[in-house]
C-alpha cells in the first residue's frame, strides 16, 4: 500500500518561505512521476510542480516558476516543495499525489495515490 504523508505547512507573511515534505512508503518509485498540487477555498486542485522519480526533468506552473523549486531524495523517498517569495494568493491545501508513470502530467485525475494535505497560509 503505498502511503504519502506530507509535513511543513503552516502560517507565514508575504515574501516568507515554507519547505513542504512528502515522504512516500509502500513501494519502489524509481518509476514514478511526483507532483504538488494544491487547492483553495472554492477553487478547483491545480497542479504546481512535478518531477520525474529519477529527478531529472522538473516541471512548474507559470505563476511558481521562479519561487518554487521541487527536488526528491531517492534515499530517503522524500519529495520537496521549497517556496520562496510567497504571496497571499498561494494559500490553499498543498497535496503531495504520485503516478505510475515516469510521465509528469499535470491533471490530477492522472495521479494514483495522494497525500492528506498540509495546509498553506500566506498573510499580507
Known amino acids: 500500500q503505498v502511503q504519502l504523508v506530507e509535513s511543513g505547512g503552516g502560517l507565514v507573511q508575504a515574501g516568507g518561505s515554507l519547505r513542504l515534505s512528502c515522504a512516500a512508503s509502500g513501494r519502489t518509485f524509481s518509476t514514478y512521476a511526483m507532483g504538488w498540487f494544491r487547492q483553495a477555498p472554492g477553487k478547483e486542485r491545480e497542479f504546481v510542480a512535478g518531477?520525474?522519480?529519477?529527478?531529472?526533468?522538473?516541471y512548474y506552473q507559470d505563476s511558481v516558476k521562479g519561487r518554487f523549486t521541487i527536488s526528491r531524495d531517492a534515499a530517503k523517498n522524500t519529495v520537496v516543495l521549497q517556496m520562496n517569495s510567497l504571496k497571499p494568493e498561494d494559500t490553499a491545501v498543498y497535496y503531495c499525489?504520485?503516478?505510475?508513470?515516469?510521465?509528469?502530467?499535470?491533471?490530477?485525475?492522472?495521479?494514483?495515490?495522494w497525500g492528506q494535505g498540509t495546509q498553506v497560509t500566506v498573510s499580507s
Open positions: 518531477i520525474a522519480w529519477t529527478g531529472d526533468s522538473t
Open positions: 499525489a504520485a503516478r505510475n508513470s515516469v510521465v509528469v502530467v499535470t491533471t490530477p485525475s492522472r495521479y494514483d495515490y
